[in-house]
C-alpha cells in the first residue's frame, strides 16, 4: 500500500485541531483516514457563459465521490472570459491567470494534504492552468469539462436565415457596413444559445479535445455539449473514475494512473499529432510546451514543428471549416480522430490513459469505425444538438438519427481523404523569427500560402484595430503587430478582433497579420503569432520598419523581411542607441502584470516563468 497524504492529519495528537477543522467542514470522523479526499478544482464563474453552470457540476460531481467512497472537497479558481476581454486592455490578463489558476490549484491541494484532485475546467487559459497544476501535484487526477456551447442560428431582418453562427459571426458583422444595427442586435442575441465554451474548434475546445487525447480525461470530454443530458452522466462517470484510481494508487501501489505516468513524450505526441490533424487553436502550442514543463516532459517546439509536417489535417472544423463540434462527436469524437490516425500509423502505441491500460483497448471499445466498439460508445456520440436558446445545462437528450461514418467527404476524413494534406498548424521560421512562430494552417485560404508584401508596423493591439477600421492597412500589406508578446504586453494578448476585423472588411484574404502576441482560436486567415523571440526581449521583429518587405512561404515553414545582416546589424545599433525595447504607446501596466513580465519568456518556451531566474532570486535549488 501507499500511504494517503492526508493520514498524516487523520491520526495522532499533533494534527488534532487540522482534524476539528475538518469535521467542522463536515467531514465525517468515521470517514477520517480510511477514505481518500478528493479536491475539486471548479472554475464556477459568472461572468463566463462556459462556466456559468459548473456549481451545478460541482454538487453532482460532489456527491457521486461520495457515493464511490470518497470524501469531496470542492474549491474555485479563477477564470477569464476571453471573448469579454477581447479588445481592451482586459486581456491583458488572460494568459497571466494561468499561472495563477495553476498556482490556486497546486497551493490548495498540497496546503490540504488533498489525496486526489477532479478538475472541473472549460475555457481557455483554465484549462492548461489546471493541466499544468495537475502534472506539477502528480496525484490521481481526471479532467471532465463543462462542455461546448450549441451553435446558433441567426434569422437576419430580410428573412436569411444563417445557421451554424457563433462569437465570430458577430464580430465579423460588427465591422462589416453593409450590416444594419438591426442585423448586428439579431446576431448579438443568437450566436451564443447556450452554456458552455464558445462552439467552434477555439482554444478552449481544443485544449478540452487535447486533454481527452493525452489521456487524463473520459471519452466525450471534449465533444459531448453542455446542453446534452448525455453530459451529466459523464459528470458522474468522472467522478467515479477519480476515486476508482485513488484507490487503485494509494490501497494497490499503481502508479500508472498518475498524470506523470499517463502524460509521458509519447503521449504528448499524441495528443499534438491529434491537435494538427484537426487543426486546433494556435493557443494549444503555448499551452502544451508549459504543460509539458510542469511534468518535466522534454517536449518542445522542434517536437511540433516535425509532427506539423508529417500529419494531414482530417477534420477541419469550424472556424477554419463548416463542421461543429457537434458534427466531429457525431462522427466518433476524439476517439474517432485518433482512430484515423491509429489506422494511418501516427500515433505511439506505448500509451494508456485514465480509464485504459492501452491505447489499442480504449480504441476498440471507442472508435466507432471498428468492429469491437461497444453499444455505449455508438449511443454517446448520437447526441445532438437541441437548437435552443437557454443558459441552463442538460436541458434535452436530442439524438441524431445516425453516426457520421463518412470518412472521405464526413466531418472526420481517413488518412487518404484528408481535408488538406498539410497539417492544421505549422511551425515556421526566418530572420524574423529565428525562434519560431505558429500558424494555423488549416484557416489559411491556400492562395495566400505564398505572400509577399510591405510591412504596416504598429506597437499595440489598439493601433491595429484603428488602422484595419480606417482603412490603413490595404490589400498586399503584412500588418505587424508588435510588443504585445509575454513580456512586452505584457501577458501576450489575444487578438480577434484584429483578424475579425480584416475579415469584416473584405481583405481577409489579401493581407497578412504577424505578432509576438497571439491569436484567438476562433482566428483564421493568415494570421502569424507567436514570434520569437519577442520585441521586448530582443527579437528580430523589433527592428522592423514600414515598408520593408515580408516574404511569407507557408509549404517552406518561413518567415523573413528581405533585409541583409548587415542591415539588420546596423537597425539594432540604431535601435540599442536610442530608447531600446520598448513599445511606443501609452498603456498603464499593473504592479501584477509587472510581476508577471519579470519572469515570462516567449512563446517558444510556452510563455512560462523562467525557472533559473526564480531560482536565482529566490536564492533556492
Not at 174 to 192: F, G, R
Not at 314 to 332: L, M, N
Not at 459 to 466: G, H
Request: a negative charge; glycine letters at 10%.
Amino acid at each position: 500500500m501507499t500511504e494517503m497524504r492526508s493520514a498524516k492529519l487523520m491520526s495522532g495528537r499533533v494534527f488534532a485541531g487540522a482534524r476539528a477543522l475538518y469535521r467542522a467542514a463536515g467531514v465525517s470522523g468515521d470517514d477520517m483516514g480510511k477514505k481518500p479526499i478528493i479536491a475539486i478544482a471548479n472554475s464556477f464563474d459568472e461572468f463566463l457563459p462556459g462556466h456559468v453552470h459548473l456549481n451545478k457540476v460541482g454538487r453532482i460531481v460532489s456527491e457521486a465521490i461520495k457515493e464511490a467512497g470518497g470524501i469531496p472537497r470542492e474549491f474555485n479558481t479563477m477564470a477569464v472570459d476571453d471573448g469579454i476581454a477581447m479588445g481592451h486592455t482586459g486581456m491583458l490578463y488572460s494568459l497571466p491567470s494561468r499561472d495563477i489558476i495553476a498556482d490556486t490549484v497546486e497551493y490548495q491541494c498540497n496546503a490540504h494534504c488533498a489525496d486526489a484532485l477532479i478538475c472541473i475546467p472549460n475555457c481557455d487559459k483554465v484549462v492548461p492552468g489546471m493541466l499544468m497544476a495537475a502534472l506539477r501535484l502528480n496525484i490521481p487526477t481526471v479532467f471532465v469539462s463543462g462542455g461546448p456551447m450549441e451553435a446558433g442560428t441567426t434569422v437576419l431582418a430580410d428573412g436569411t436565415v444563417k445557421k451554424n453562427t457563433d462569437l465570430i459571426s458577430v464580430m465579423y458583422a460588427s465591422a462589416d457596413d453593409n450590416v444594419s444595427e438591426e442585423d448586428l442586435l439579431n446576431y448579438e442575441k443568437t450566436v451564443c444559445p447556450t452554456c458552455g465554451s464558445c462552439a467552434g474548434m477555439f482554444t478552449a475546445n481544443s485544449m478540452n479535445c487535447l486533454t481527452e487525447a493525452i489521456g487524463l480525461a473520459l471519452p466525450g470530454n471534449g465533444t459531448i455539449l453542455a446542453s446534452h443530458g448525455f453530459r451529466k452522466e459523464l459528470f458522474r462517470k468522472a467522478a467515479r473514475q477519480v476515486v476508482k484510481i485513488a484507490n487503485q494508487y494509494y490501497k494497490d501501489s499503481d502508479d500508472s494512473v498518475l498524470p506523470r505516468s499517463i502524460a509521458t513524450k509519447h503521449a504528448f505526441e499524441n495528443a499534438m499529432t491529434m491537435d494538427v490533424a484537426m487543426g486546433g487553436s494556435t493557443n494549444t502550442v503555448l499551452h502544451i510546451l508549459a504543460m509539458a514543463q510542469s511534468a518535466d516532459v522534454d517536449f518542445t517546439l522542434d517536437d511540433i514543428e516535425r509532427i506539423s509536417h508529417t500529419v494531414p489535417c482530417i477534420c477541419k472544423a469550424a472556424p477554419s471549416g463548416k463542421w461543429e463540434i457537434s458534427d466531429v462527436h457525431r462522427a466518433g469524437g476524439i476517439c474517432g480522430i485518433l482512430g484515423e490516425l491509429d489506422r494511418a500509423g501516427k500515433l505511439h502505441k506505448d500509451v494508456h490513459s485514465i480509464d485504459y491500460p492501452s491505447l489499442e483497448a480504449k480504441l476498440d471499445d471507442w472508435d466507432i469505425m471498428r468492429d469491437t466498439c461497444t453499444e455505449e460508445a455508438k449511443t454517446l456520440y448520437h447526441a445532438a444538438p437541441g437548437h435552443i436558446i437557454s443558459p441552463e445545462p442538460w436541458t434535452h437528450e436530442t439524438l441524431f438519427d445516425s453516426l457520421d461514418t463518412d470518412r472521405e467527404h464526413g466531418a472526420i476524413h481517413d488518412i487518404d481523404h484528408p481535408e488538406i494534406h498539410e497539417g492544421g498548424l505549422a511551425v515556421l521560421r526566418g530572420n524574423l523569427a529565428p525562434d519560431g512562430c505558429v500558424v494555423k494552417t488549416a484557416g489559411v485560404p491556400q492562395e495566400i500560402w505564398k505572400f509577399r508584401g510591405p510591412a504596416l508596423v504598429v506597437e499595440s493591439q489598439e493601433e491595429a484595430i484603428k488602422v484595419i477600421l480606417d482603412d490603413t492597412l490595404k490589400p498586399g500589406m503584412a500588418l505587424v503587430i508588435r510588443y504585445e508578446g509575454p513580456k512586452g504586453g505584457p501577458g501576450m494578448q489575444e487578438m480577434l478582433y484584429p483578424t475579425s476585423f480584416v475579415k469584416g472588411k473584405g481583405i481577409g484574404k489579401q493581407v497578412a497579420m504577424l505578432t509576438d502576441g497571439r491569436y484567438s482560436g476562433g482566428s483564421s486567415g493568415l494570421a502569424i503569432g507567436h514570434m520569437a523571440p519577442e520585441a521586448a526581449n530582443k527579437g528580430p521583429v523589433a527592428l522592423i520598419k514600414n515598408g520593408d518587405i515580408i516574404n511569407i512561404d507557408i509549404e517552406a515553414r518561413s518567415v523573413n523581411v528581405e533585409l541583409t545582416d548587415e542591415q539588420l546589424a546596423e537597425r539594432r545599433r540604431e535601435l540599442e542607441a536610442g530608447d531600446g525595447y520598448v513599445a511606443h504607446r501609452d498603456r498603464k501596466v499593473s504592479q501584477a502584470l509587472k510581476a508577471y513580465a519579470a519572469f515570462a519568456r516567449s512563446a517558444d518556451k510556452g510563455a512560462t516563468r523562467d525557472p533559473e531566474l526564480i531560482n536565482k532570486l529566490s536564492g533556492l535549488a
